[in-house]
């Protein structure tokens, strides 16, 4: 009997090893495995986020360079990675959240501000000796709670002006844009940018708002609104402006149009990725939107991010599809797909990812893409 298991068992394994051996033609078709290497959030097999749990849903890097990131899950855990030793530390289970989404900032001092779903307060972690401190995978994240940012809605986006000591977000479902000022500690509803949902659409019944915000060199914050219309608060006026640009769409399908991706260039141009998987570039100087094409067969760019050479790295692909990177050079006006998110280190493991929500470039050029899965992983792209 024992033997007839241990046969059984060792037909199994070998079944699952001989499905991870990948043929060589496949590797024209991901990215290239010098590129490219992947992370667990803890350390195997037990210190780590557990399965359900692990959906990266935001990335960001603070001012030394370390990358913090936040999941969406039965619970949401913070996490950071130092890029000196290369390893994810998870931080604990953020207290009261399931999901953190495009919501997770760090300020010039180091602190990290946290836009919570679905109780939508704002929290703050402070960074204490981290490297020298246990994994924390079953406890609490040491938070302070700052409160709602706009009471009965939860935070979906965040961005932050470290000069100015400013947070900016954006709630669901009403789509109220807000301010934090960080010194004070108090918040102001600076109005609403979606005011009706679209209507036809039946897997569509939540306002159309954009998943992220972005700055301009002027301190300027951005978010797509109703019908893919760019709304703007001015910093000078202390106004909400709806301004007379929309995002690319599909003739017809501007009322389901939304961002869900932003990056400001150091030119003072912004990109934006839409929901129907558009790259744009947009002028706030002059109040124009340049349609750079659809980069992918796929709906929905998801991330971007922009390295020291210059080019503009993207992520993008259906939810029900697997995600596939790709590169845009403004110099050429010319893309380049880079293949499937895929890692592959033959014979001993192989790890792809369908869908991505959130990408970060760090300090030193380090590209990083957030899988968002039931069991995800982080990885790292290494631009040329």
Same mark, same amino acid.
């Given at each position: 009997?024992?033997?007839?298991?241990?046969?059984?068992?060792?037909?199994?394994?070998?079944?699952?090893?001989?499905?991870?051996?990948?043929?060589?033609?496949?590797?024209?078709?991901?990215?290239?495995q010098n590129r490219i290497d992947a992370r667990d959030l803890g350390y195997p097999p037990i210190d780590?986020?557990?399965?359900?749990?692990?959906?990266?849903?935001?990335?960001?890097?603070?001012?030394?360079?370390?990358? =913090?990131?936040?999941?969406?899950?039965?619970?949401?855990?913070?996490?950071?990675?130092?890029?000196?030793?290369?390893?994810?530390?998870?931080?604990?289970?953020?207290?009261?959240?399931?999901?953190?989404?495009?919501?997770?900032?760090?300020?010039?001092?180091?602190?990290?501000?946290?836009?919570?779903?679905?109780?939508?307060?704002?929290?703050?972690?402070? &960074? @204490?000796?981290?490297?020298?401190?246990?994994?924390?995978?079953?406890?609490?994240?040491?938070?302070?709670?700052?409160? &709602?940012?706009?009471?009965?809605?939860?935070?979906?986006?965040?961005?932050?002006?470290?000069?100015?000591?400013?947070?900016?977000?954006?709630? +669901?479902?009403?789509? @109220?844009?807000?301010?934090?000022?960080?010194?004070?500690?108090?918040s102001a509803d600076l109005g609403v940018i979606a005011h009706r949902a679209p209507e036809g659409e039946?897997?569509?019944?939540?306002?159309?708002?954009?998943?992220?915000?972005?700055?301009?060199?002027?301190?300027?914050?951005?978010?797509?609104?109703?019908?893919? +219309?760019?709304?703007?608060?001015?910093?000078?006026?202390?106004?909400?402006?709806?301004?007379?640009?929309?995002?690319?769409?599909?003739?017809?399908?501007?009322?389901?149009?939304?961002?869900?991706?932003?990056?400001?260039?150091?030119?003072?141009?912004?990109?934006?990725?839409?929901?129907?998987?558009?790259? +744009?570039? +947009?002028?706030?100087? @002059?109040?124009?939107?340049?349609?750079?094409?659809?980069?992918?067969?796929?709906? @929905?760019?998801?991330?971007?991010?922009?390295?020291?050479?210059?080019?503009?790295?993207?992520?993008?692909?259906?939810?029900?599809?697997?995600?596939?990177?790709?590169?845009?050079?403004?110099?050429?006006?010319? =893309?380049?797909?880079?293949?499937?998110?895929?890692?592959?280190?033959?014979?001993?493991?192989?790890?792809?990812?369908?869908?991505?929500?959130?990408?970060?470039?760090?300090?030193?050029?380090?590209?990083?893409?957030?899988?968002?899965?039931?069991?995800?992983?982080?990885?790292?792209?290494?631009?040329?």
């Open positions: 009997m024992k033997k007839t298991f241990l046969c059984c068992a060792l037909l199994l394994l070998a079944g699952t090893v001989a499905k991870g051996q990948r043929t060589p033609d496949y590797d024209s078709v991901v990215v290239p780590v986020i557990p399965d359900g749990e692990s959906a990266i849903t935001a990335l960001t890097v603070a001012p030394n360079g370390n990358l =913090y990131g936040a999941t969406s899950g039965k619970r949401s855990h913070l996490f950071v990675l130092n890029p000196r030793h290369g390893y994810v530390q998870p931080l604990g289970f953020i207290p009261g959240a399931t999901a953190v989404t495009s919501a997770l900032a760090v300020s010039d001092s180091g602190d990290v501000y946290i836009g919570s779903t679905p109780a939508g307060h704002l929290l703050k972690y402070t &960074p @204490h000796r981290e490297d020298e401190r246990p994994l924390r995978v079953k406890e609490p994240c040491e938070v302070t709670d700052l409160g &709602p940012a706009v009471r009965g809605e939860s935070i979906l986006a965040l961005a932050i002006d470290r000069r100015a000591g400013v947070l900016y977000g954006l709630t +669901f479902p009403n789509a @109220h844009l807000f301010k934090f000022t960080l010194t004070t500690g108090t039946k897997f569509e019944t939540t306002k159309m708002v954009s998943r992220m915000l972005v700055l301009d060199l002027k301190g300027n914050v951005y978010a797509s609104g109703e019908d893919g +219309f760019i709304f703007r608060f001015d910093q000078e006026k202390q106004a909400l402006e709806k301004l007379p640009v929309q995002a690319p769409a599909i003739p017809g399908r501007e009322p389901w149009t939304r961002v869900d991706a932003f990056l400001l260039d150091p030119s003072g141009l912004i990109f934006g990725g839409t929901s129907d998987g558009y790259l +744009f570039r +947009f002028d706030p100087e @002059h109040m124009t939107v340049s349609n750079l094409g659809k980069p992918l067969l796929e709906y @929905h760019i998801s991330g971007l991010a922009r390295a020291s050479n210059g080019k503009l790295y993207g992520v993008g692909g259906d939810e029900d599809d697997m995600a596939r990177l790709f590169s845009y050079d403004p110099q050429s006006a010319s =893309y380049q797909i880079l293949g499937f998110v895929d890692v592959n280190r033959r014979p001993y493991y192989t790890w792809q990812a369908y869908v991505i929500q959130a990408m970060a470039v760090g300090l030193d050029d380090t590209i990083y893409i957030g899988e968002s899965e039931r069991i995800s992983k982080l990885y790292l792209f290494y631009p040329r």
